[in-house]
Structure formats: structure tokens, C-alpha cells
């Protein structure tokens, strides 16, 4: 599969309707985004339980707002419909492969808990 384009539109329905969802936010003019860009891709080829998605920034400017982009690449992994990754800068392949097989180790019902007892600290 290749990296599906996500916008403002599609981009929460993805998440939630995807187990794992990685989301690379880049831009045509950023060098590092068109060196990651291939690795990204030849990830997405090889990992068919995850859902790859990428955000042009200049076409979604209110989508890397809301996200919080402040660099580009920015790479975010949800599972469950949850963020756990969020790490700006091109990955060289052996980290993406690491966020991969971390992402797909986690144990939701644990992170969820931590979410949990974090809010009702914060409250």
C-alpha cells in the first residue's frame, strides 16, 4: 500500500477506523521530507496491518495547526485512535522499523490506564 494523502476531511475518520495509523507531515520545498520520503514509502509496501498517511503542510495548513507541526518531517503513529509517537526529523529505515514494532507491541489497555491517571493528576 502507499501512503494515502490525509486532509482535514479524512484525516480523524482514519484514525479511528485504523488499528495503526502513521502520518508523516511533510512539504515539497523541505530537503528532509523528500529524503525520508522513500523510506516511507518502501515502509508502507512492506507493513500491510499499518496505515500509512502523509499531510502536505502548504495544502493543509489548519491540519499541521491543529497537530502542532512546528517541524517538518514530523512522524505520529496512533493505535487505537490514540497518539503514542510523535517525533519530528526523517527517520533513517532501522528507526521507523523500531516505531513500527513498538506501536504495534503496545499494550492499549496500559496506555489508556496511563492516560487515565494523568488527566486525574492534572485535574
Request: proline fraction near 5%; include cysteine; charge should be negative.
Amino acid at each position: 500500500m502507499t501512503a494515502a494523502p490525509l486532509t482535514s476531511e479524512n484525516f480523524e475518520r482514519t484514525i479511528t477506523e485504523n488499528e495503526i495509523v502513521l502520518v508523516d507531515f511533510w512539504a515539497s520545498w523541505c530537503g528532509p521530507c523528500r529524503q525520508f520520503a522513500p523510506i516511507y514509502e518502501a515502509a508502507s509496501q512492506k507493513h500491510d496491518d499499518v496505515f500509512f498517511g502523509s499531510v502536505d503542510t502548504e495544502a493543509e495548513q489548519g491540519l499541521a495547526a491543529a497537530a502542532q507541526i512546528t517541524s517538518i518531517p514530523t512522524l505520529m503513529a496512533f493505535k487505537g485512535g490514540v497518539l503514542v509517537f510523535s517525533q519530528p526529523g526523517a527517520l533513517p529505515e532501522a528507526g521507523l522499523e523500531q516505531v513500527i514494532t513498538a506501536v504495534r507491541g503496545l499494550d492499549m489497555d496500559e496506555v489508556r490506564a496511563q492516560i487515565a491517571a494523568s488527566e486525574g493528576k492534572e485535574a
